[in-house]
């Protein structure tokens, strides 16, 4: 059994004598399981506790990089920021780089910025493109942790934290086929951008899942709106002629205020309309009953288990145990009434 501590300290955080420690470590005869577990248990805690002193003042710079409207990089600020106060064992110091639209050339600079002055962690999200691949392997081969949050990267991260995206691609087309069952027309699957992989996990399971529940329906996708209202808006008008018989609406990437308006315009209103995070303008949709299903997962969560997972890789902890995917919830006006 190989271990960095004195035999003395580790019978003393067992609770053991040193000549039954002695007869653990060396893997000697006549030791009981019980007792190989009490040593164990002290390992462990001795290096739990060493990570903590290690720690102790020690400050983390961690860069959070998000290409998203103002409204969502606002709800993972507010969640970075009420859970600081309880990360453990390091200060944390974020630093913030927020962008409603954020080129591959634009993410490449502000990685390669970060490369350069040094990180102990990057929080991602980005879209999936070659040259943002490139510099997220770059900042790995540096020794900087990145984790990808909300939408993953295909390439060498350390992790993706935030929503099971497929889960709730699934859950929008069980509960659009719930409101629809029966019926025939279109339903308008809208994406901020097509290179976010999140949106697409999103897309593609809905799809999946959809002919199940309404084996009629037709599917109209429109991508590229980033969640802006202009942009969207615009996309919309575009779509008209197209959306005569429209029933309904999975909105995967935010724009929600924009989209309605601009269907309301063309008189093309969706029966059932399903939209994702509660963010400020969804809440003020959820409360009028103009979004009828709003998925949401913990962002806050979501921000601890990145920032324990950075702090893992730097040795001052263990690696967050639940599951680094989250579970959709699903809230509706009924939540706000």
Same mark, same amino acid.
Do not use: W
């Given at each position: ?10 019978? *003393?955080? $067992? ?27 002290? &390992? ?12 102790? /003042? ?20 507010? *969640? ?27 993410? &490449? @600079? ?20 070659? @040259? ?35 889960? $709730? ?15 025939? /027309? ?18 593609? @399971? ?21 969640? &802006? ?9 575009? =779509?008209?002629?197209? =959306? ?13 205020? $924009? ?29 009028? /009953?103009?979004?009828?299903? =709003? ?20 040795? &001052? ?21």
């Amino acid at each position: 059994m190989t271990h960095r501590f004195p035999i003395k300290e580790i019978a *003393a955080q $067992a609770g053991l004598s040193t000549a039954t420690v002695d007869r653990v470590i060396n893997m000697r005869p006549n030791v009981s399981a019980q007792t190989k577990g009490r040593v164990n248990a002290a &390992l462990k805690e001795l290096e739990r506790q060493e990570g903590q002193l290690a720690a102790r /003042g020690r400050r983390l710079f961690i860069d959070i990089v998000v290409e998203a409207p103002r409204r969502f990089s606002q709800k993972i600020r507010d *969640a970075t920021e009420a859970i600081l106060p309880n990360v453990t064992p390091a200060v944390i110091r974020p630093r913030f780089t927020f962008q409603e639209v954020m080129t591959e050339a634009e993410t &490449l @600079a502000h990685l390669t910025r970060i490369a350069q002055r040094g990180s102990q962690g990057v929080c991602l999200k980005a879209r999936d493109l070659p @040259a943002i691949r490139a510099a997220v392997a770059m900042l790995t081969a540096k020794g900087i942790p990145v984790v990808t949050m909300f939408t993953d990267i295909s390439t060498a991260r350390l992790a993706y934290v935030g929503l099971d995206n497929a889960q $709730a691609g699934r859950t929008a087309a069980y509960l659009m086929g719930i409101a629809l069952r029966g019926q025939t /027309g279109t339903i308008l699957l809208t994406q901020s951008h097509d290179a976010f992989e999140g949106e697409e996990a999103r897309e593609q @399971a809905f799809r999946a899942a959809l002919p199940k529940h309404l084996p009629q329906m037709t599917l109209i996708e429109m991508s590229g709106g980033a969640g &802006l209202a202009t942009l969207t808006a615009s996309q919309i008008s575009t =779509l008209a002629p197209q =959306l005569r018989e429209l029933r309904g609406v999975y909105s995967m990437g935010g724009g929600n205020r $924009a989209i309605l308006a601009a269907l309301q315009a063309i008189k093309c209103g969706p029966q059932i309309y399903i939209g994702h995070d509660l963010d400020t303008e969804n809440r003020a949709l959820l409360r009028r /009953g103009q979004i009828h299903f =709003l998925l949401e997962h913990d962002l806050k969560r979501d921000m601890a288990r990145a920032f324990g997972t950075i702090t893992a890789q730097h040795r &001052l902890n263990a690696i967050p145990s639940e599951p680094e995917l989250a579970d959709v919830q699903i809230l509706t006006p009924a939540h706000f009434a």
